[in-house]
């Protein structure tokens, strides 16, 4: 009986011992795997749009069709000729399908309201912003404009995106490596990345037809 319970005591004894051995390992392990620095780094490039999208509406109201119909074609034809004297090809010039109602309430002032918009979708952005300056001449032609708008985008997006994260990556381990020296470290391989969203705004209002792109790559550096 007492041969067994030295036995017992023993093996519990050298249970314990391979457990604490084994912990300690694991617990080195995580700690090493755990050592690690998370850094973010900035790339910012001012581009020139490639693309022009300019919209034109006018709002055409009558109480009769043929009065309305022939006005909407008068407005149409001198915006389109408007255009194409400032050099937009006609393939250029879209005109949607006009928007027709009848108002059937009886002190309603006029029966028909139509609006009708068209829309210049074109490459010659330098032209877009010279010929938008002049569209207040459509006013001597008879022509309102409701609405009158411009928007520059920047499509080519794919010719900027090696350098631009080539430089946020460089910046983010320009980062790691000063935080490893500083804490008497050295900076291991890289065990975790998200290279970002680019995001693209307008450079400044008064030039939107030149644009910020941005991205923010996200890495994360062992530390040895």
Avoid: H
């Avoid at 700690?31 to 581009?47: A, D, H, N, P, T």
């Avoid at 032209?127 to 928007?151: E, F, H, W, Y």
Wanted: neutral net charge; aromatic residues 10%.
């Amino acid at each position: 009986m007492e041969n067994i319970k030295k036995n017992w005591v023993l093996v519990f004894g050298g249970l314990l011992l391979i457990f604490s051995f084994l912990s300690f390992f694991a617990a080195q392990n995580f700690s090493k795997q755990q050592s690690y620095v998370e850094v973010k780094g900035l790339s910012e490039k001012i581009v020139k749009a490639d693309v022009a999208i300019w919209s034109m509406n006018f709002e055409v109201k009558s109480n009769d069709i043929d009065s309305l119909y022939a006005e909407i074609e008068r407005n149409t034809t001198a915006i389109d000729s408007f255009l194409k004297d400032r050099g937009f090809d006609a393939s250029e010039i879209n005109v949607a399908p006009v928007n027709i109602y009848q108002d059937t309430y009886k002190d309603a002032l006029f029966r028909y309201n139509s609006t009708t918009q068209l829309s210049v979708y074109t490459k010659k952005v330098d032209l877009v912003r010279s010929a938008s300056k002049d569209s207040l001449l459509l006013v001597k032609k008879g022509v309102t404009l409701s609405q009158n708008s411009i928007s520059f985008e920047f499509s080519d997006i794919n010719s900027v995106k090696p350098e631009m994260l080539a430089e946020a990556i460089k910046n983010a381990k320009d980062a790691a490596i000063k935080f490893a020296k500083e804490s008497g470290s050295s900076l291991g391989s890289v065990s975790r990345g998200n290279q970002g969203v680019f995001d693209i705004s307008d450079k400044d209002p008064g030039s939107p037809e030149f644009k910020k792109i941005r991205v923010v790559s996200s890495l994360r550096f062992l530390i040895n």
